[in-house]
């Protein structure tokens, strides 16, 4: 077990596992604001991926990504992606739209954007 300044890590986890979902997870059973935290932590992911080529200065990223994975601009690239009738537009499944709701009204007391 490894301690740092805040926390203990168990050191009987391997690489693999921290790099795998829990098989126990059921993403309709988490709590809205833990979705939303997932949520915004993968798109920031995805959203920052896309912004380190080519080579720029780390404070133009982040103001770049922060504009971009800020509350209100989600909202309306949800909206977008999911406009009916369009042929851009990206259908998911009820229980998708269940989980993407829960997530998406968690009303968590971070700050975003």
């Known amino acids: 077990t490894a301690t740092t300044a805040t926390t203990t890590i168990p050191s009987s986890l391997l690489l693999s596992e921290y790099l795998s979902p829990d098989s126990k997870c059921e993403a309709d059973r988490m709590g809205a604001t833990s979705l939303a935290y997932i949520g ?3 798109f920031e992911l995805f959203v920052r991926s896309r912004y380190v080529w080519p080579a ?3 404070s133009d990223i982040q103001n770049r990504v922060v504009g971009i994975v800020r509350a209100e601009y989600q909202s309306y690239l949800l909206s977008q992606f999911l406009k009916e ?4 537009g990206f259908s998911l499944t009820p229980r ?3 989980i993407l709701k829960r997530g998406r009204n968690s009303g968590g007391n ?3 954007g």
């Open 85 to 88: 009738g369009d042929d851009e």
């Open 56 to 58: 720029r200065r780390t």
């Open 110 to 112: 971070t700050k975003r």
């Open 96 to 98: 998708e739209l269940s």
């Open 40 to 42: 915004d932590v993968v």
